[in-house]
């Protein structure tokens, strides 16, 4: 086989034996996962808080988020014309360019990766739509594994009450409805998410994901996860004094991938409450 | 065909029926003339008798304005790249291709998932993972390879226009000279191509010749494939 030498040599993971650094970066990869309204969005953003607070170099980024492909996705989501496999494949294709111009790039220079959902989540559903799991795992095997990986649990009410009483409608492919499991669309997502939840169950052991109570109060549920991440923490990457734009500059880390940090500290009342 | 065989574990929602029909797939480098033959053939077929269906890359009603944008930036990766086509490519499989085979027609596709699997090597993403995301793909009942040697491509794509960033491989070579780069992107591929064909069974075509003779060599090998067509 040819291979012509660029400047981009592709590093798979252990599975082809191929990983960049052999998988040893200097920086931190945290990952968040759990069904919708699990709260983990909520326990991620109060993390990276407090990370800046301590002024370490943060890099956050989210499931379905590349600036390259999710309008497809978006596309597809909207005209219903995802199938199972066009729903696993265009969102790998998200994932991966994530993996090359965020996610990578970000923990080779030191910082600390922060994600909003990774692979577990395509994992699960894809799984639950009836996508061959092996080949979910081959495919994704050019994520980097993370340092840490926390699963919110939280039994289906409390996840519908909470999306209930907050946030938007329930989407056509949220709930499963491409699945044809019920037309009522509550009735759908119960046993699409109920689906996702045996998905979880199942991996927090083969991935080892910490699971966390997810019906505790907030600030507990915190508290839990600050004590996990605190020993990771020792080397982390820490802006001194130079601005935290400076510091990501130094780090190679720039352009639009980057989010501007959280600027704002907690409150006292946010402190109090932890 | 008349049983769908995949290359590997069998996707989800199209498994199961019969399919009657026959997968032809042309494959090439670019400028080797296979969308004149194409067009050659789908008018021989119909002339024969033949409900025919032609579908090729960056075709599919989800993805195919989404490469062609991300194509048009700089910071798309080779493994981004491929699992974009990989969704355009199952669209058009499940979509097209698949319901063709099922109702007894001809699918003719230009392009299939070796081109995909070529240009991803060159840029070094594993073969091993490359086939292992491919596994879905249904086994197509012939391969037809248009090979040409690079020296004859570079003529016949300057003829209709000019060099292109993603044909002269300018995403991953760096080199100034874009004539170079082109050869060294386009012999690469070749490379691959003919590898590709041992491992796959290619029925390999000279495409040097004229588009007559092309033409009649191919006529051949689609009339072998169509044998027992519609005897059941």
Not at chain 2, 12 to 37: C, F, K, N, Y
Not at chain 2, 61 to 75: H, K
Not at chain 2, 78 to 99: C, G, H
Not at chain 2, 180 to 197: K, M, P, V
Request: aromatic share 10%.
């Amino acid at each position: 086989m040819t291979r012509l030498q660029g400047h981009l040599a592709y590093k798979m993971g252990d599975r082809y034996g191929m990983h960049p650094d052999d998988g040893e970066y200097p920086g931190t990869l945290i990952i968040v996962e759990g069904i919708d309204g699990s709260g983990k969005s909520t326990q991620i953003d109060l993390l990276q808080k407090w990370l800046n607070s301590r002024n370490l170099v943060t890099v956050f980024t989210e499931w379905n988020s590349s600036p390259i492909v999710r309008r497809t996705t978006k596309r597809g989501k909207t005209e219903e014309l995802l199938t199972p496999m066009s729903f696993s494949l265009i969102h790998a294709a998200d994932f991966a360019s994530r993996v090359h111009a965020q996610i990578l790039p970000a923990l080779r220079a030191g910082a600390t990766v922060l994600a909003d959902r990774y692979v577990y989540t395509a994992f699960a559903r894809d799984s639950a739509r009836g996508v061959n799991r092996d080949w979910l795992r081959r495919i994704y095997s050019f994520a980097v594994q993370p340092t840490l990986g926390l699963y919110f649990k939280v039994p289906l009410d409390v996840s519908i009450q909470r999306i209930n009483a907050g946030r938007e409608e329930l989407g056509y492919y949220e709930s499963g409805q491409d699945m044809g499991f019920s037309n009522d669309r509550e009735e759908s997502f119960r046993i699409f998410q109920g689906r996702l939840l045996d998905e979880y169950d199942a991996m927090t052991e083969e991935f080892g994901l910490m699971t966390i109570d997810a019906t505790q109060p907030i600030a507990v549920q915190q508290q839990l996860v600050r004590r996990y991440v605190e020993p990771l923490l020792e080397d982390a990457m820490a802006v001194r004094g130079q601005s935290l734009p400076e510091a990501l500059g130094k780090a190679g880390l720039s352009g639009r991938y980057i989010r501007p940090p959280m600027s704002r500290r907690p409150t006292e009342q946010e402190v109090a409450d932890l | 065909m008349d049983e769908i065989k995949f290359y590997g574990h069998t996707p989800p929602s199209v498994a199961g029926e019969p399919t009657p029909g026959r997968l032809i797939v042309i494959e090439g480098t670019d400028g080797v003339g296979r969308s004149t033959q194409i067009g050659m053939l789908q008018e021989w077929l119909e002339a024969e008798g033949y409900a025919v269906t032609v579908t090729g890359f960056r075709r599919s009603e989800l993805a195919a304005t989404g490469i062609n944008r991300a194509m048009r930036g700089n910071t798309l990766d080779a493994l981004t790249l491929n699992l974009f086509y990989a969704t355009d490519f199952w669209d058009r499989l499940e979509k097209n291709i698949v319901p063709a085979l099922r109702t007894g027609m001809v699918a003719l596709v230009d392009r299939y998932i070796f081109s995909i699997i070529a240009r991803a090597r060159v840029r070094g993403v594993p073969a091993r993972w490359l086939n292992d995301v491919f596994e879905f793909a249904v086994v197509p009942d012939r391969v037809l390879y248009l090979d040409v040697d690079v020296e004859q491509l570079l003529p016949r794509v300057l003829a209709v226009r000019q060099l292109d960033h993603w044909e002269s491989g300018e995403d991953f070579l760096r080199g100034p000279d874009l004539h170079d780069n082109f050869i060294r992107y386009q012999s690469a591929l070749l490379q691959e191509f003919r590898t590709l064909a041992e491992e796959h069974n290619f029925v390999t075509i000279d495409a040097r010749g004229s588009v007559g003779d092309v033409f009649e060599a191919l006529q051949a090998e689609v009339r072998e494939a169509l044998k027992g067509m519609g005897d059941a």
